[in-house]
């Protein structure tokens, strides 16, 4: 009896589940990307400071208030009065109280009583807006139970 000699064949792995998984991980780099660009908002034009540096550690929590002017196109300001940008919707600031409220209840229930003490309000103010207005909502923020302040500048050295 003869045996028949198998043919030598080379094993190739499916590279399929490997394409899978880099698109998957495109994705949501792509996604995780997108939210750390919502809370900059492209209408609050930073003052810039030589101090200003990014912090150390970053923040595990933080509430981000976007503060600047409705412009038109040319950049000329539509209202003289400045406007919390929450999303889509503008906020006056002096209006803001309750929205800190929310945000305060918010932070509760996703992770128990007193978290928004651990919360850092990061306030993104445009260099046009008066310091008195920011220190009003400061004292917004401390009535709604906030207790930690961060202010966003950009630095000397940055273009633009």
């Known amino acids: 009896m003869r045996i028949k000699r198998a043919g030598s064949s080379v094993v190739e792995a499916d590279m399929t589940p490997m394409i899978d998984m880099t698109f998957q991980l495109i994705a949501f780099f792509m996604i995780v990307t997108n939210f750390e660009q919502t809370q900059a908002d492209e209408r609050v ?67 128990g009583d007193g978290a928004h003490k651990n919360m850092t309000v990061v306030i993104r ?27 966003k500048a950009k630095s000397d050295e940055e273009p633009g």
């Not at 940008?85 to 503008?90: K, R, T």
């Not at 103010?125 to 909502?137: F, H, I, K, R």
Request: proline letters at 9%; charged letters at 30%.
């Open 45 to 111: 034009k930073l003052p810039a400071d030589q101090l200003a540096r990014p912090p150390l550690v970053p923040r595990e929590d933080e509430l981000v208030l976007n503060i600047g002017f409705i412009r038109n196109a040319q950049g000329e300001k539509v209202d003289p009065d400045p406007f919390v940008f929450l999303g889509d919707e503008n906020v006056r600031v002096l209006d803001y109280g309750p929205y800190l409220k929310q945000e305060r209840q918010v932070a509760e229930l996703k992770h």
């Open 125 to 151: 103010a445009d260099s046009e807006v008066p310091t008195g207005l920011v220190q009003e909502l400061i004292k917004l923020a401390q009535e709604a139970g906030f207790e930690k302040f961060a202010f």
